[in-house]
């Protein structure tokens, strides 16, 4: 097995908050070691795509990206976004390279496909979805990648795609060459025992115990397909998965940060 | 010295127009050996401002870059136009990885100094803005650098910069671990001795016979900085520098391309 590799997910209400962008950016500068960041969009995309009079669509409550939001998506995930947190991390010392799945071939999703629902312009991931050998590449190079949630199909065709899903790829796809840790931020402590106390953090949870937090109501709503997610990952090689505060990035190599999710 | 390394720009008329893009795009991965391409702005950055109520502001006809201008330029440049030429070189085969100066540290600009003017989040490039190590990482790891006109400051600034310029300091700093060629592209098929015919292109130039053309007005109004500029760049190590039609870029390696202009 080759040296740790760690892959961090930030989400939307991060990115949309400029000083506690700083500060996780100057945290995740300073972990050791290899690492990928993985961000969301954020709400600038939705602001510029109503500046410019396009409309999200949503059918039976799901959102569709046709041409005209894929291109205001590529524009701020691709574009705006994801060069101010590079030349962030460049500022705090980290040198960050900031991909789409199109750069380098790293990531290539499918369009998915149309069954009920026609989602337009998004791309799934498939199980040879990553290119191992382009991200060593950039590993190897020194580089720190940071992956905007755009990924293309090979044949010219730009893809939105989900972040978390693209973080979870990484990670599995990683863990062939890797020992893969996946950290997913989010503005919680990690999973609570009690939602009402902040510090209620459930330190660990073993894959076996994960039903029953379910059953308890411990565990719910939105929560439960991150930590499916999650699980599926740790099945699939990854070596821990942990989910914390973005703001706590820096208690992750003191091992005090979240919630680690243990495999069977 | 060290092998070929052809560097490419194209300008906004070729962004703008998507069939002669997809066919330059073509022609440009078919180049063998190492090459980077340089990537103008074209007019789709004027539409977005515009859309979202930023006007374009102009102090003594020189264009400013204020903060809002900035982030438009950033999606366009670096997020919508630079994904979509990477995607497209990724279909014809090409490994192209989409840069702006932030990304890997490539290349770190200074903020204009406000003078007479204040040009706003405008990036003037230095003797020592282009990180050759940096880039010189992405070509042996068989990447095609493909790079928008936006660079940083290295304190966590983007900053808008000339695309012209940067393909000239690309090919100045690289000429000292690569035998670089500069290759401008735009709409003739290089300096024509008859305007009205453009079939009459100057084969190639001298530095010596450049005033000359200058005087007799062969060589006139926008075509003099840039062949100044193309000079320059020759004075400072690039092997030649060539002009020429985007369209005919397959004719470069067969020795058919433009105008080569040739130091002294």
């Given at each position: 097995m080759g040296s740790v590799l760690n892959i961090i997910k930030i989400g939307g209400n991060v990115i949309d908050d400029e000083e506690q962008l700083q500060s996780f950016?100057?945290?995740?500068?300073?972990?050791?070691g290899k690492k990928i960041l993985v961000h969301g969009g954020g709400k600038i995309a939705t602001r510029v795509a109503s500046g410019l009079g396009i409309e999200a669509k949503m059918v039976n409550?799901?959102?569709?990206?046709?041409?005209?939001m894929l291109d205001v998506v590529t524009m701020v995930y691709a574009g705006?976004?994801?060069?101010?947190?590079?030349s962030s991390l460049q500022k705090f010392g980290c040198d960050a390279v900031g991909l789409s799945g199109?750069?380098?071939?790293?990531?290539?999703?499918?369009?998915?496909?149309?069954k009920e629902i026609d989602y337009g312009y998004v791309g799934d991931i498939l199980v040879d979805s990553v290119n191992l050998l382009s991200i060593k590449k950039f590993l190897e190079a020194g580089f720190t990648p940071v992956f905007s949630a755009i990924t293309h199909n090979g044949l010219g065709q730009l893809l939105n795609t989900?972040?978390?899903?693209?973080?979870?790829?990484?990670?599995?796809?990683?863990?062939?060459?890797?020992?893969t840790r996946?950290?997913?931020c989010f503005e919680k402590n990690g999973v609570l025992r009690d939602v009402e106390d902040p510090n209620s953090v459930i330190k660990s949870?073993?894959?076996d115990e994960f039903q029953q937090l379910v059953d308890s109501g411990t565990i719910y709503e939105g929560m439960i397909p991150k930590l499916e997610n999650a699980f599926h990952a740790i099945g699939k090689g990854v070596k821990n998965v942990y989910?914390?505060?973005?703001?706590?990035?820096?208690?992750?190599?003191?091992?005090?940060?979240g919630t680690c999710l243990l495999g069977k």
């Open positions: 950016l100057e945290k995740f500068a300073a972990l050791q409550g799901r959102r569709i990206t046709d041409e005209a705006l976004t994801n060069k101010k947190v590079v199109a750069d380098g071939n790293t990531i290539k999703a499918v369009k998915r496909p149309v989900n972040a978390d899903t693209i973080a979870s790829a990484l990670a599995v796809s990683l863990s062939k060459i890797f020992e996946l950290i997913y949870i073993h894959a989910i914390g505060n973005a703001l706590n990035l820096h208690l992750y190599q003191q091992g005090e940060f």
